[in-house]
């Protein structure tokens, strides 16, 4: 297929927009002058300089015309790795991306980002400093990984220099920031609950946490660097804060931050697996009578209890990434954006 020359680079597109990681990317494409065009099944924001669309992931129609004049798409959408839907994971990270690919294809659109997960590689099992040489976990904890693994699998292996469309794949972890629907909200929630008093765990455990904009800051990267001759075509690359940190730490001082405890007795890590496998099966049976959700799932103990931290060595090489919001500032910046979920409020 001839590829379409586009009015200009600067012409994008952003699947997902109106999600957490998406509108903060969308913020920073139109600072640094691009005009946006925003796909989401979600309800429309009013920003200049974007073009809203709303539509199903798996519209191909409605996908082009998010896509008409573009030469750059960002995929960032997907269901909350909370979410224990798994038809709906399938829909949209393996159905609604093959999709999307197709879309890209037919419009002629030259790069393509996708938002992966370092989860790809998580097992549950320690990951110390891991590489993107890490194979794709055999035996995924939960069906956000299994369907992300299969959603990068069929981005990457898009990328064909012939045709002239390439791909990439950034792998954030433990994304978190202002807006964020996800980690502080459930944190906040499980401690009014009085259910955030243990550490599983030695609480001794490494983990990466990554402030949205270092996110932000590596996708612009990859697509400004996505070139016929650049080294990343096909390729995924892990973006973090380049700080790993005690689960623990982090999480008490956000706690702290917002007026609440510190959880501080410690319970054994396999104990509190055992029961939230237990928890998750007894769920998943009782699913067709009557519903409910565990609070902690298989894969949040497993988050919480061993160390999980990524090499940034390829971004630094390949990108020139490197982070332009520290821990201790991101942190900062987060806990001061939800003064409606403090202590008393």
């Known amino acids: 297929m001839a590829t379409r020359v586009r009015p200009s680079s600067k012409q994008c597109a952003v699947i997902g927009g109106s999600g957490f990681l998406?509108?903060?990317?969308?913020?920073k494409l139109l600072d640094r002058g691009?005009?946006?065009s925003v796909f989401d099944i979600r309800q429309s924001?009013?920003?200049p300089g974007v073009t809203f669309h709303q539509g199903d992931l798996c519209d191909i129609q409605a996908l082009l015309s998010?896509?008409?004049?573009?030469s750059l798409v960002f995929h960032?959408?997907?269901?909350a790795p909370s979410c224990d839907d798994r038809r709906l994971f399938e829909r949209v990270n393996i159905q609604g991306t093959r999709t999307v690919i197709e879309a890209c294809l037919e419009a002629g659109v030259q790069k393509l980002v996708l938002t992966s997960s370092a989860s790809v590689v998580f097992e549950g099992k320690d990951v110390k400093n891991g590489r993107e040489d890490l194979p794709y976990a055999k035996k995924p904890i939960d069906y956000y990984t299994e369907t992300k693994i299969e959603q990068e699998k069929l981005v990457l292996e898009a990328s064909d220099k012939e045709k002239g469309f390439l791909t990439v794949a950034i792998r954030p972890h433990g994304i978190f920031g202002p807006r964020d629907p996800q980690l502080v909200p459930i944190l906040v929630d499980t401690a009014r609950r009085g259910k955030m008093k243990f550490i599983i765990g030695d609480g001794t455990n490494l983990v990466d946490f990554t402030f949205v904009e270092n996110v932000v800051h590596g996708h612009i990267l990859a697509a400004e660097r996505l070139r016929p001759d650049s080294p990343i075509c096909g390729k995924s690359y892990h973006i973090t804060n380049d700080e790993p940190v005690r689960f623990w730490d982090f999480m008490s001082e956000v706690l702290m931050g917002l007026g609440y405890a510190a959880p501080r007795y410690h319970l054994p890590y396999?104990?509190?697996?055992?029961?939230?496998?237990l928890l998750w099966l007894l769920a998943l049976l009782l699913r067709p009578l009557v519903s409910f959700k565990p609070t902690f799932t298989p894969m949040r103990v497993s988050l919480a209890g061993t160390h999980h931290y990524y090499s940034c060595d390829r971004a630094k090489r390949d990108l020139g990434y490197k982070p332009i919001v520290s821990l201790k500032d991101g942190i900062a910046r987060t806990?001061?954006?939800y003064p409606h979920l403090r202590q008393g409020a």
């Open 66 to 70: 998010a896509m008409k004049d573009v």
């Open 270 to 277: 396999t104990l509190v697996y055992g029961l939230a496998l």
């Open 22 to 27: 998406g509108r903060h990317l969308v913020e």
């Open 76 to 79: 960032c959408a997907s269901p």
């Open 45 to 47: 924001y009013e920003l």
């Open 34 to 36: 691009y005009s946006v």
């Open 335 to 337: 806990v001061q954006s």
